[in-house]
């Protein structure tokens, strides 16, 4: 249970960050079978698909290097089913990730990684 409210948390944190920045929240916590999606944002006129990672400290690579390419292909299959029940979007779409790591300032990768091809 201590996880999955550190977990809620960062995504908060992650949100606020974003927004700050000027995206817009879609969706949190979009699950299918394939996977989960923790936010789902419009960056103007791009669908951005948010995966928040979050990390105690660097020991194990720290929080981006957490986004191992098995991840990336969940992530990828989630969006997919996404984009099968809620249509396809008009614009370009990307895969952002935000690292959080010990309490200091979200760490901002977009376009983090292009989807695989399956």
């Given at each position: 249970?201590?996880?999955?409210?550190?977990?809620?948390?960062?995504?908060?944190?992650a949100?606020?960050?974003?927004?700050?920045?000027?995206?817009?929240l879609?969706?949190?916590?979009?699950?299918?079978?394939?996977?989960?999606?923790?936010?789902?944002?419009?960056?103007?006129?791009?669908?951005?698909?948010?995966?928040?990672?979050m990390?105690?400290?660097?020991?194990?690579?720290?929080?981006?290097?957490?986004?191992?390419p098995?991840?990336?292909?969940?992530l990828?299959a989630?969006?997919?089913?996404?984009?099968?029940?809620?249509?396809?979007?008009?614009?370009?779409?990307?895969?952002?990730?935000?690292?959080?790591?010990?309490?200091?300032?979200?760490?901002?990768?977009?376009?983090?990684?292009?989807?695989?091809?399956?």
């Amino acid at each position: 249970m201590k996880t999955q409210r550190q977990g809620r948390r960062a995504e908060q944190e992650a949100l606020a960050f974003l927004q700050a920045r000027g995206l817009h929240l879609i969706e949190s916590n979009y699950r299918c079978r394939a996977g989960e999606i923790d936010l789902v944002m419009a960056d103007g006129e791009t669908l951005v698909f948010v995966e928040v990672r979050m990390r105690i400290n660097r020991r194990f690579g720290g929080a981006a290097a957490s986004v191992t390419p098995a991840k990336q292909r969940r992530l990828c299959a989630a969006a997919r089913h996404y984009l099968l029940i809620r249509g396809e979007p008009e614009g370009p779409m990307r895969f952002d990730v935000v690292a959080l790591e010990g309490g200091s300032t979200p760490h901002w990768i977009p376009n983090a990684f292009d989807a695989p091809v399956d």
